[in-house]
T-cell receptor, first 115, second 112 residues
Framework: GAGVSQSPSNKVTEKGKDVELRCDPI?????LYWYRQSLGQGLEFLIY????????KSGLPSDRFSAERTGGSVSTLTIQRTQQEDSAVYLC?????????????FGPGTRLTVL | QKEVEQDPGPLSVPEGAIVSLNCTYS??????FMWYRQYSRKGPELLMY????GNKEDGRFTAQVDKSSKYISLFIRDSQPSDSATYLC????????????FGKGTRLSVIA
């Protein structure tokens, strides 16, 4: 089956505009994660979904960031009033709810550039 | 101090060399340790997984965890140009679905 897909692959926006990033997880994966990868910073956790609920939003950097997941599948990460420091690669990962280890499968990411 | 420290490199080695990559961490509660490989413009992919202390081998790759020193390593034997990528260590406290804490990644180049 298909892996995790993300769209768009690249997004260039102007400072102050809102952007929406989409993630389609692997079919049947109940857990979904958003991470941000900035130059020199590694992957930083943003938010985690189990089904449609988000038990852990601790990584969202400000209230300009929000995310939702519908139907236990597709997720959208929204950044309002974008700032230049929001420029990064936004990665989505999904995993099965299982008793063994937590293997997360990553999408290719959305590269966001805020001018 | 970040929870997980990893030298970003870059590291450049000749083909056939043994490569040693490592991470240190500060949270003694971490029990699950992973190495991800990330090619340019791609998402990370899981390479190795280890629970608690010990060694794990998979082909040319060996992962080591020393919880007493809070130190994990990945060794690549007979390195190939196709191993050129960024290697990220990741770890978690819990076994189940939980966010991973990543190192910054080490960029490796294997020169033919």
């Amino acid at each position: 089956g298909a892996g995790v897909s993300q769209s768009p692959s690249n997004k260039v926006t102007e400072k102050g505009k809102d952007v929406e990033l989409r993630c389609d997880p692997i079919s049947g994966h109940t857990a979904l994660y958003w991470y941000r990868q900035s130059l020199g910073q590694g992957l930083e956790f943003l938010i985690y979904f189990q089904g449609n609920s988000a038990p852990d939003k601790s990584g969202l950097p400000s209230d300009r960031f929000s995310a939702e997941r519908t139907g236990g599948s597709v997720s959208t990460l929204t950044i309002q009033r974008t700032q230049q420091e929001d420029s990064a690669v936004y990665l989505c990962a999904s995993s099965l709810t299982r008793v063994s280890y937590n293997e997360q499968f990553f999408g290719p990411g959305t590269r966001l550039t805020v001018l | 101090q970040k929870e997980v420290e990893q030298d970003p490199g870059p590291l450049s080695v000749p083909e056939g060399a043994i490569v040693s990559l490592n991470c240190t961490y500060s949270n003694s509660a971490f029990q699950y340790f992973m190495w991800y490989r990330q090619y340019s413009r791609k998402g990370p992919e899981l390479l190795m997984y280890t629970y608690s202390s010990g060694n794990k081998e998979d082909g040319r790759f060996t992962a080591q965890v020393d919880k007493s020193s809070k130190y994990i390593s990945l060794f690549i034997r007979d390195s190939q140009p196709s191993d050129s990528a960024t290697y990220l260590c990741a770890m978690s406290v819990l076994r189940g679905n939980t966010p991973l804490v990543f190192g910054k990644g080490t960029r490796l180049s294997v020169i033919a």
